[in-house]
């Protein structure tokens, strides 16, 4: 807690206008947009889809990298990865180089299902972004970096 916060204990909290609640409601708002999508037309929960996501950009991939890169908790990505292998989306086979980790990748059928998902979802982002010029796009993606840098920053400091 900085001096200026501390020394301003009088001040109440609006929780509608308290900025990480407006982030986060933000957040959900544009996620449930796009879920709209693939939880509709293509049966997925978003657990599930963004597993088929990260492993159609990046397969193979592990469960903890998937987890890494999704910024999602290690039992959802688990419940999803059993769903989509149920499912016969994803294959999970031992890495070469240390059999103690498995390594997960789509199968055709679940190439595929990312192959025809990812126009939908990118439409849908448009359709979000149309609201925008240009500038204020480029302006989005510079505040979304600096308020990165800054998390980062003040994570740190609290280390």
């Keep these: 807690m900085t001096d200026k916060q501390a020394g301003d204990e009088s001040k109440a909290l609006v929780l509608e206008e308290f900025f990480p609640y407006r982030l986060s409601v933000l957040a959900q708002d544009v996620s449930e947009s796009v879920a709209e999508i693939y939880t509709g037309k293509f049966k997925l929960k978003r657990a599930e889809w963004r597993v088929v996501a990260a492993l159609g950009q990046h397969q193979p991939m592990s469960a903890k990298a998937i987890t890494a890169h999704t910024c999602m908790e290690k039992m959802p990505v688990s419940r999803a990865i059993t769903v989509l292998k149920d499912r016969g989306l994803v294959v999970q086979a031992v890495d070469d180089r240390d059999r103690r980790y498995s ?28 609201e925008f010029d240009s500038q204020e796009r480029a302006l989005i993606e510079s505040l979304f970096e600096r308020l990165h840098r800054r998390v980062d920053t003040l ?5």
């Design 155 to 159: 994570k740190a400091g609290d280390d």
């Design 103 to 130: 390594q997960l990748s789509l199968t055709e059928s679940g190439m595929a299902l990312y192959n025809e998902i990812v126009p939908w979802v990118l439409g849908r982002e448009q359709a979000l972004l149309d």
